[in-house]
């Protein structure tokens, strides 16, 4: 089992050594060096191309990036690279012009109906516009959406002035809604979301302290949306019509583009602290083991950063009030640089202190996104799990193509060998909540548990078909194995669930199905410019991907065989319930592909013993009520604002229980817990699977883990 090379991504028509040399060497306009990176990434699966030297923070410069010249060029692009859509026609127009309202107001808690119906004229007129680098369109909207802020603020600011009463029988709309006919409609909706947000925040510290909260909270919404730069505008109008195109694409400016690099290369460089916005201050939450911060041991848990000098000749910036996204950015930076905090601290008699802390940044591993391992006891059969949050990987080791970098499959092959040293009978791959992440590492930590062959295969917008195969015979791990998944489980999860069902090599456990989504991203950087890194990024959906069989888990997802039920199979998650989506389709078997497990064998004897298990469980009893009851709310169409002694306790008992559960997660170590039925039954069903293979053979080969 190898990492794709260089030569597994080439141009159709180059040679193997002309297109290494060109992803090593090639330098794009304004010196930035690219390399190419297939990646399917968490809901929004990604190829990225890099560029090598970025300091990660965009310069701060008084000349904008996205010119409405610039903004034209962009769509072109968008046009240019995706796997359906050729050009800005009549229906892609209304849906931009749909997409805008809603990026700007997701909520429709600030645009009226009369707002929407004065622009129409141009809603099929958008394509023409964008094509003269005319944004008039996008500045008209933007200053009556402002004109409507200000509004919603006073408004906002008069109903919090005064108590509410909530011994009143009424009920809120809840749900998908319209936008408002009328201002008295609006202001209908607004009272009775803030009354509801109140009656929520005021235990335990009482109506007034919440109102007070509250009211600081909406000055902060308010301030964030006029200070809003003419770049934010018009990537938010971007945003919108790449949604019009897919529920995947979507342009980056820079800082975002910075924050998708961390979530996708699971490190970033700054003081390693997790911060958090409480009443208007940047409290520290936590101190990240091994961090800058954890290192110089002045920052404590519970400090308040008031100002920071980030050292980048800005000087000192106040905090307070301070957007979290934005302070973080101020704090984050380049390796080896300095950053000086301003915190308060209060003292063990009471009082405040303000002390000055410099922090030499350095990177900092995101360690809650690696993969772990335990082994547990169950029923005399010792069990392994390993917990993969994320499909991460080292962009700057793959940027010089080594074969085995630090990412997930790494990570997991290391766990997997821990677990072997514990002689585990068995192997559980926990894919729950991961939504994806690296194609490489997906193709990588597939050929951890087959032998060679192909993983995926990829569909591009000329619609030519291409697999992407695991090439080492060497399996690393041959005994029984479950998959768990649950709704959340997406992108590069689906890869490697998909692939182990269709070799017939695991069981796949937990929800009924995955995600449903099945389509690849190409995240292109713009070069920078006026001393900017980077001018953002495009995200554009430019393939589609299939299992080594030839379905798709475009829509539907990968399909549990044996479905354990968690809480969200009451919910409505999935590709399909967004707008705009790719449609389900099938191609040809890839070559070369075989089914060589048996585990198919042993499913019918696999799921009777898990139904009759559940169906004799208390925790299952109490989780089918609660999925009834979660049932129920999703389709109720109003909440309650009425306010007794029954509904106070029943929000004090869920604020509690909410604060144990955090409290039990919060020990990124265990991956394994009691609580977790879930995965407890999934582990049962994994040592039957261990009997039913001790007694009838093994699942794909010699049991355990191989070498290389």
Known sequence: MTRPQCRDWKKPGSSDKEFCTMVKTRVWPRGARWMVVVTTGGLVAALMMVASGAT?????????????????????????????????????SRRA????????????????????????????????????????????????????????????????????????AEEMSVGKQDWSSDINQLDERWRKRIKFQVMTMKDPDGEPKARERLKRRYDQIRKNFEEMSSDEVNNLFLNGFALSLDPHSSHLLPVEQEDFNIR???????????????????????????????????LKVGDKIIAVDSGDGQGTVDLIDLELSKAVRLIRGKKGTRVTLQVLRKSEQGSTERIIIPIVRDSVKIASAEAKSEAVEVNGKKLGVVRLPAFYTDFS?????????????????????????????????????????????SIQLSGLFIEEGPVVQTVDRKRSRRPLLDADP???????????????????????????????????????????KA?????????????????????????????????????????????????????????????????????????????????????????????DRISKSKDFSELKEKMEKARKEKYRATLSLLEDANSKAERLKDKEKEEQ???????????????????????NILRDLVELTNQRGTTAGQQGLGGR
Do not use: M, W
Not at 84 to 89: A, E, G
Not at 521 to 538: C, F, I, K, M, W
Not at 549 to 565: C, L, M
């Open 264 to 298: 996708l290369g699971n490190q970033l460089e700054g003081i390693g602290a997790t911060l958090q916005e409480v009443d208007g201050y940047i409290t520290v939450q936590a101190l990240i083991a091994g961090g800058a911060a954890q290192r110089d041991g002045r």
């Open 661 to 683: 559960e955090l409290k039990e997660t919060r020990d990124e170590n265990i991956v394994v817990r009691k609580s977790d039925i879930q995965l407890g039954e999934a582990l």
């Open 397 to 441: 080791c793959r940027a010089k193509f080594f074969r085995e970098c630090g990412g997930a499959a790494i990570h997991v092959l290391r766990e997997l060998k821990k677990l072997s040293a514990a002689k585990v009978d068995g192997v559980l791959l926990d894919l729950r909540n991961n939504g994806g992440g690296d194609l490489g590492e």
């Open 519 to 611: 389509t690849v991203q190409v995240v292109q950087e713009v070069p920078g410019t006026d001393g900017r890194p980077s001018n953002g990024a495009l995200k554009i959906t430019q393939q589609k991907f299939y299992r080594p069989s030839g379905r798709s888990n475009q829509e539907i997802g990968v399909q549990s065989d044996i479905v354990v039920p968690s809480v969200l199979e009451a919910s409505d998650v999935g590709e399909r319930e967004n707008d705009y989506v790719l449609k389900n389709d099938v191609i040809q078997p890839a070559p070369g592909f075989r089914v060589v497990g048996k585990v198919e064998s042993y499913i019918p004897t696999l799921e009777q013993a898990s139904k």
């Open 97 to 168: 012009y749909g997409k805008f309202f809603e990026t700007l107001d997701p909520g429709k808690f600030y645009f009226l109906k009369s707002d929407l119906a004065q622009f129409s004229k141009l809603e099929e007129k958008i394509d023409e516009q964008i094509a003269k680098a005319d944004c008039s369109f996008i500045e008209r909207v933007h200053k009556v959406f402002l004109a409507r802020v200000k509004e919603r603020s006073q408004y906002a600011d008069a109903l919090l002035a005064k108590p509410f009463v909530f011994n009143v």
């Open 474 to 516: 060497a399996q690393q791990y041959s005994g029984p194995l479950v998959v768990l998944i649950n709704k959340h489980s997406a992108s590069a999860s689906e890869i490697v669930s998909g692939a182990l069902q269709d070799y017939r090599r695991a069981v796949i456990v937990g929800d009924s199905h995955t995600y449903g």
């Open 56 to 92: 990660g923070r965009s310069a701060t410069v008084a000349n904008p990036i996205l010119t409405c010249r610039e903004v034209r060029n962009r769509v072109d692009v968008f046009l240019q690279n995706h796997y359906v859509y050729r050009s800005f026609d009549k229906e892609l």
